[in-house]
């Protein structure tokens, strides 16, 4: 079996910059809308995914594990933020809470996948990231630690277990 079978493409902008900015259950929102249209194939053309997908405020709940009053806050942060973008059946735009009320069916999309390219990663963000080739200088300090009692030295399991029994045998001498 294919390793990436069965799995949903997500936009690295969402790792990279939008982790640290949305809350939880903005990310839970925009995951489900991403989930439920790029994650799924078109009904008709199996080369193709979905869209935009119609998503009712009882699936939101359900898939979110949230309340209808946060999953419509959550709804209305993404959309002002334009990390979303809402529709009606005629496909026209429904960016704000006035124009979504009384809709009958609301279809959303993620806006990830028209926007212009994200930075590579988050370490561009930073001003003092740690640079890819970073190493460790090992000194005369660091190298009588791993000698010493007094520093903790990681031990496999059969190397303790081996200690331990060390140990008893000791005590009953």
């Not at 935009?52 to 594990?65: I, P, V, Y």
């Not at 740690?130 to 903790?152: A, D, P, W």
Request: include cysteine.
């Amino acid at each position: 079996m294919h390793p990436y079978k069965r799995t949903t493409q997500t936009p690295n902008k969402l790792f990279d910059h939008l982790l640290k900015e949305l809350t939880e259950t903005e990310l839970k929102v925009l995951l489900t809308i991403i989930r439920k249209t790029v994650g799924q194939r078109h009904p008709y053309n199996h080369n193709q995914r979905i869209q935009r997908a119609w998503l009712s405020q009882r699936l939101f709940c359900l898939c979110t594990g949230k309340s209808g009053r946060a999953v419509s806050t959550a709804i209305d942060t993404l959309s002002r933020k334009r990390y979303i973008k809402i529709t009606d059946e005629d496909h026209n735009v429904l960016d704000t809470k006035s124009k979504r009320r009384g809709a009958s069916r609301l279809y959303y999309e993620s806006n990830f996948f028209e926007q212009e390219p994200a930075p590579a990663s988050c370490e561009l963000t930073y001003h003092n990231a740690v640079k890819k080739g970073h190493t460790i200088k090992l000194n005369e300090t660091k190298k009588s630690c791993y000698n010493s009692s007094q520093c903790i030295q990681r031990l496999s399991d059969s190397q303790r277990f081996q200690q331990i029994q060390q140990r008893l045998r000791t005590k009953k001498l």
